[in-house]
């Protein structure tokens, strides 16, 4: 078809269908990555959107949707199979720890969400991901596609912050590396706040000790090009960096988060 | 000793619902048999088996009746055969049509957007339902004159209409021959126009390759009974344009900006804390619009017979194209009475009809030989609304003529008529058919008429 505009608010059709766990990959203290397969066809998304995820039974006759919850999608589009990465925080986490293996039947239903990358910036302007332990999710499929020989690369500069509590909770090493190799002005900075940093290797990322620091965002910031600021996190931590971002002049419409209710 | 009588589960009940269901149909619809003379020939009509009654059945178990698994089911399968990213089935093609016009006038396209008072290229001598959401939107139609043969627009002329006020073109592809694409692309890209294809007509038809409706911004298909597929009242909208399948979904869906489902809330997960227009910041997403729309949707029931239908789609298509192909050769015989259809170079149509002209000073006109065939049982049907201008609804319309005016299009409305290709026509009907013309000939060569 003709060409296509590329606006925010994208989630035209989102469907609902049964998926089989393949695999999880227990990342230590609670955090997985569950990797699923749809039946029939991957349904189509975005680069940065989220799915509901019920490990109860749906009865597609019966028309209504059991209680889910939503994550972000780690996985590229375009692949057999869909990627969350979870951390058992409560109840319903809990219930997915307990419940989900290979082979299981789930429910999904998606796309959603708007917290798409490439709809959030202009041509040339440089972007900023700011990753609080496993917020890096919605980043994965992005920085799956700045790897990927398909992208235009007249793009501007990617930069990832990241940080997370223990040094197993940082998810993807060697994708990040890839993106260091492979992106032009990729750059990679790895906060630890609870471990030394002993035994860590991104080769090519500044990995440091303690937390990830607006400030210190913000003026590394400066040499940017009319750059955007991507929060994905904890709640309290995305309210707490807008709000610094905004007192430190970051027009709104420059500050992107991943947030639900 | 009593009996003990298990009660049946849900799923052993659809079952046998489903068998007597088929068991209904081979007493009710199996016989097709065709007697020449006394059964009649008809231009179209639903072709179908056992499956769509039990499909249909099975939705109605659900008794979900708005959109739900079986609309969802379709419009993958609508997807998986058009190529197109995103499918949203609607209640006609008509329907199709409004909203696909109307989503290139969202607030969603910026200056993009078409206004009232923009003029929107499309033909004369065709279906009305294209051409009424220009009108009803404020907009221009500009009428070019189309082909006799493969009764498109005519490249030459669509060149010639486009002037400074021109935003779009809105286009069927005539009876199920696409128009050619070559032309119009280039004249689209040239003057930054939106391309709407209407293929109603046209599923399955392909231009050098690709299937039609996959050239253009957006496209419409019909699935009235006449179609190439059914589901009794049915259409679809399709786009590969994400800003186009956002606003298409709005409109369909009462202009809201929410797309939950039915029976769904809060699935964006922000309907009580996003700020919308100049309501308070809060405001219950659900009820929340962001276009002027309606409610367009089919039920799921419609959609159930529409799985079936998409089913055997690549066997209707077949089967058109064979019975068009007997058609012309029944035809073949009469060169020096009658313009046969032409399939527009590099095209391969999936038929809607067997379109033609009857040439000038042979002694009969269109409508004598249609009205004999009539009266021997064999349906025909003029090009739709001929020249729509002349028709009552229209002759006030503000509108503009390109500069070579509409002379094959009243050609068209006096001596054009269609037979029928559909599937569930047999060898024996078209054979009929052609006896039937045969023989009116002959009355009219003794003077017998």
């Known amino acids: ?261 | 000793m009593g009996v003990i009588i298990v009660p049946k589960t849900e799923n052993e009940l659809r079952e046998e619902i489903a068998a007597l269901v088929g068991e209904y149909f081979s007493v009710k619809f199996k016989d097709k048999s065709f007697i020449a003379g006394t059964t009649p020939v008809h231009y179209a009509g639903r072709v179908f088996d056992e499956k769509e009654l039990q499909s249909l059945v099975d939705s109605s178990l659900d008794f979900w009746l708005t959109s739900g698994r079986y609309s969802q089911e379709f419009e993958e399968l609508f997807c998986e055969f058009t190529g197109a990213e995103y499918a949203f089935l609607v209640n006609s093609g008509s329907s199709a049509n409004l909203v696909a016009f109307a989503s290139l006038m969202s607030p969603l396209l910026g200056e993009r957007a078409l206004k009232r008072g923009d003029e929107v290229i499309s033909v004369a001598a065709g279906f009305p339902t294209t051409l009424n959401p220009v009108i009803q939107n404020g907009m221009i139609p500009v009428f070019v004159d189309v082909e006799i043969g493969t009764y498109n627009i005519n490249p030459e002329e669509l060149k010639k209409a486009i002037g400074p006020k021109t935003k779009a073109i809105f286009l069927a592809h005539t009876l199920g021959n696409p128009y050619n694409l070559d032309v119009v692309i280039e004249l689209v890209k040239k003057h930054d126009l939106w391309l709407i294809e209407d293929c109603c007509d046209a599923l399955g038809s392909k231009y050098k390759g690709k299937m039609v409706g996959s050239f253009g911004h957006i496209a419409t298909c019909s699935f009235y009974p006449a179609h190439h597929i059914t589901m009794g009242e049915g259409g679809c909208v399709f786009t590969n344009d994400d800003t186009l399948a956002r606003a298409a979904r709005a409109i369909r869906d009462w202009g809201r900006d929410c797309y939950c489902s039915g029976g769904e809330s809060n699935t964006c997960g922000k309907r009580f804390s996003a700020q919308y227009g100049t309501l308070p910041k809060g405001y219950d997403h659900k009820y929340v619009y962001s276009h002027i729309g309606y409610n367009l949707k089919v039920t799921d029931m419609q959609a159930a017979i529409g799985v079936e239908q998409m089913k055997k789609l690549p066997f209707f298509i077949e089967r058109r194209k064979e019975n068009f192909r007997l058609l012309t050769e029944g035809f073949s015989k009469w060169p020096e009475l009658f313009v046969l259809p032409r399939a527009t170079e590099g095209s391969d149509p999936s038929w809607f009809a067997y379109p033609v002209t009857v040439k000038e000073g042979v002694g009969f006109t269109r409508t004598e030989l249609t009205d004999y065939l009539n009266n021997h049982l064999v349906e025909t049907r003029n090009l739709f609304g001929g020249n729509l201008l002349r028709q009552p609804a229209y002759m006030g319309i503000e509108h503009r003529v390109a500069p070579g005016g509409l002379g094959s299009t009243d050609r068209i409305m006096n001596d054009t008529f269609f037979l029928g290709v559909y599937p569930g026509l047999s060898r024996a009907q078209i054979e009929y058919t052609i006896m039937a013309i045969g023989h009116y000939i002959a009355m009219v060569k003794n003077g017998a008429k």
Request: charged fraction near 20%.
């Open chain 1, 1 to 261: 078809m003709l060409g296509k505009i590329l606006v925010k608010d994208i989630m035209p059709n989102p469907i609902k269908t049964e998926a089989t766990v393949v695999s999880i990959t227990p990342h230590g203290k609670g955090v997985y990555t569950v990797t699923m397969k749809p039946k029939g066809r991957t349904p189509r998304f975005k680069a940065g959107q989220f799915l509901h995820l019920s490990v109860d039974n749906y009865d597609p006759a019966g028309g209504f949707w059991p209680e889910s919850r939503v994550f972000s999608i780690a996985s590229p589009p375009g692949i057999e199979t869909l990627s969350i990465i979870y951390s058992v925080k409560g109840s319903y986490t809990k219930k997915m720890e307990e419940a989900l293996k290979p082979g299981l039947i789930v429910w999904l239903k998606l796309p959603y969400g708007e917290f798409i990358i490439d709809s959030c910036i202009h041509d040339r302007q440089d972007v900023v991901l700011i990753a609080g332990g496993t917020g890096v999710s919605p980043y994965i499929p992005y920085l799956e596609d700045l790897c990927s020989s398909e992208r235009p690369k007249c793009i501007g500069r990617t930069v990832l912050y990241y940080g997370a509590r223990l040094r197993s909770f940082i998810l993807f090493p060697e994708l990040i590396t890839r993106c260091l190799n492979g992106v032009e002005g990729f750059q990679a900075d790895i906060y630890i706040e609870n471990e030394t940093l002993d035994g860590l290797t991104v080769p090519g990322a500044r990995i440091q000790g303690g937390r990830l620091s607006i400030d210190n965002i913000h003026n590394e910031s400066k040499d940017l090009n009319d750059p955007v600021f991507f929060l994905s996190g904890p709640p309290a931590m995305i309210k707490c960096f807008k709000q610094q971002l905004i007192e430190k002049g970051i027009a709104l419409c420059n500050i992107k988060i991943d947030e639900w209710e």
